[in-house]
């Protein structure tokens, strides 16, 4: 697995898909992304990139983390226990969430 944070500043107003680093992101992906078929596995299981970035924000209410992950049908090296990866991406999609106390 591949884990890379951003450390950008965040910007909650925006899709993901018009995030500044969005665009970087793709392009670089088709250096690491091959084919994906069973005769070209992926090496890695999954790729995650974050952006938590709270350091940024001062003293203000913390904006929503950044994220989003990459995870081949097809890899090379299987994970022993496939819920490995859905623990990941739920504790991904709930990194940040504090719940209300009242």
Known sequence: MIFI???SPLTPALPIDQKPWFADL???ADH???ANNPESPDEFNAIFVTNFSFHYQTDREADPVEHVYVIPKYVAHPLPDSRLLELITSGLDS???VPRLE
């Open 5 to 7: 944070d951003l450390n």
């Open 32 to 34: 690491v992304i091959g």
């Open 95 to 97: 990194y940040g969430n």
């Open 26 to 28: 793709l392009r670089s």
